[in-house]
């Protein structure tokens, strides 16, 4: 069975984001899931994978590439970038901005296990936002809509594989990929 996100869900989410964009402070991240979204997982997968997504906005806020890297997979791979590009780019963001912020909206999650594998696809709507160091004024460093992120169950935890789509995903014209989630 299909949910799909209605009017008034959609126009409370756009003006999350406004607020969200907006605020230099007082909101530096959160992780929703809409009350249509479509799940099939369970309570505990359910909350495992929220905390997963609160952890690496603890990291962001501690500016800690340590402890955010230990989110991603060892074989993570989005549209060419690897764990270790993935790394850089958020080194550079803390050397170069202040006050990251980030926002995850799910609209669906689905565990699929296969064997002895367990993995998450969750559909996503967010953005990451931050102030520059050099201009001092608030700017969104990426956003996406309806991507949906792969997750994998490993011994201590959920790691983030990449996006559904990989490397093979064709992107539409005038989209760039989204690859910090």
Known sequence: MIIRVGSIARAVLVLACFAF????????AFT????????????????????????AQ?????????????????????????RGDIRKIWADLFARYDLIANMHTFSAIKIVRVGKHTTAEITCTGAVWANSRETNQRIPI????KEVHRLVREKDGWRIVGNLGGEKAARKFGTAPHPLF
């Open 58 to 82: 603890e990291a962001i806020r501690a500016r800690d590439v340590e402890a955010l890297m230990g989110l991603y997979a060892s074989n993570y791979q989005y549209h060419g970038l690897k």
């Open 142 to 145: 990426d956003s996406w809509q």
């Open 21 to 28: 964009a907006s605020s230099h402070i007082a909101v530096l």
């Open 32 to 55: 929703e899931i809409l009350p249509e979204a479509v799940i099939d997982a369970d309570q505990q997968s359910l909350a495992e994978l929220t905390g997963t997504f609160d952890r």
